[in-house]
C-alpha cells in the first residue's frame, strides 16, 4: 500500500485560548470501498477497503477513539470536540482492514 | 428490492452453513474480507448489552430529510451533557437501520473532548431510520432516529 494518502486537521475557531472548547475535523482521502460495488469496466466486485480505527491523541493522551464500519461516505470526515489544555500536539491516527496505518499530526499553540 | 431480497436470503443461507459447519465456514471466510452484515437489532443488543434505550431530548440527532444523494449524507449527534469526570458521555454511535451493515461507527468520548458532539458523513441504500444512540457514564441509553428519504442510493 505505497498509496499516498492525503490527510488534513483543521480547528476551528483558527485561534484559541487556554481551557476553550474547540472543533476538530479530520478529513482523508480514502476510497472506503464496502466489498459490495462491481468495477463499471471490469464487472469485478472491488475488495473491501475501509478504515477500521481512528484515534485522537492530544499530547500522549487518547481524548477520542472511534470504531469504524464500511457504511461511512467516500473521502470521510470526522469532527468532534476538544479541549484545550495547554501547547503540545494533536495525532490522528488510523488503521483500516488491510492493515493500513496513517498518521496526522497538528501543533496546538493556545493564544492568550 | 429483488436484489436485497437475494442477498438477505444468502445471508440467512450462510448463518445457517455457520452454525451446522463452524470449520468450513472459517475456512471460507478466511480469504476475502466480504462485507460484514449487521441488523439494526444485533448492532443494538451490542452497543447497550441487552439495554432497552430510551427516547430523549437531551440527545440530538441532525440528519436532512431529504438526501439527494445516498452516498454523501451528513449526519450530527450532539448530547446535552456537561462532560465532566463524574458525568460524561461514554460512547455515540450512528446507526442506518436500512444498510446491509447498519452499524456506521462507534465513537468513544472521553471528558477531554469538552462538548459531547460527533459529526460524520455516510452512505444510505435507500429511504430508511437513521439513528444516534448515547451511552452515558451512569449506564443511561439514550436514542434518537430520524428517517431520511434517499432519491438516490449510495450503496454498491
Known amino acids: 500500500m505505497a498509496e499516498k494518502r492525503k490527510s488534513l486537521i483543521k480547528i476551528k475557531p483558527k485561534k484559541y485560548k487556554d481551557g476553550e472548547v474547540v472543533k476538530v475535523d479530520f478529513m482523508v482521502m480514502h476510497p472506503m470501498d464496502t466489498g459490495m460495488g462491481k468495477d463499471k469496466k471490469t464487472k469485478e466486485i472491488i475488495p473491501a477497503k475501509y478504515i477500521n480505527s481512528v484515534k485522537f491523541n492530544y499530547n500522549g493522551k487518547e481524548i477520542t477513539n472511534m470504531t469504524v464500519w464500511e457504511s461511512l461516505s467516500v473521502n470521510p470526515v470526522f469532527t468532534t470536540n476538544m479541549k484545550i489544555n495547554g501547547a503540545g500536539k494533536l495525532t490522528v491516527t488510523f488503521t483500516d482492514n488491510t492493515g493500513e496505518v496513517h498518521e496526522t499530526s497538528t501543533k496546538i499553540k493556545p493564544k492568550g | ?156
Open chain 2, 1 to 156: 428490492m429483488q436484489r436485497r431480497e437475494f442477498f438477505k436470503q444468502l445471508g440467512a443461507a450462510t448463518a445457517v452453513a455457520a452454525v451446522a459447519l463452524p470449520t468450513m465456514s472459517f475456512a471460507a471466510d478466511a480469504k476475502p474480507s466480504g462485507p460484514n452484515k449487521m441488523s439494526f437489532e444485533t448492532a443494538l443488543n451490542a452497543i447497550t448489552g441487552g439495554k432497552t434505550p430510551v427516547k430523549s431530548d437531551k440527545i440530538k440527532i441532525k440528519v436532512p430529510e431529504i438526501a439527494e444523494n445516498g452516498a454523501v449524507v451528513p449526519v450530527t449527534a450532539t448530547v446535552d451533557s456537561p462532560m465532566t469526570d463524574s458525568d460524561y458521555v461514554k460512547s455515540i454511535h450512528i446507526l442506518a437501520g436500512g444498510n446491509s451493515n447498519a452499524r456506521c461507527i462507534d465513537v468513544n468520548l472521553t471528558p477531554a473532548n469538552g462538548k459531547a458532539m460527533f459529526s460524520t458523513r455516510i452512505k444510505l441504500g435507500g429511504t430508511q431510520e437513521v439513528s444516534a444512540v448515547a451511552v452515558l457514564s451512569n449506564g443511561e441509553v439514550l436514542i434518537a432516529s430520524q428517517s431520511v428519504k434517499v432519491t438516490i442510493g449510495g450503496c454498491g
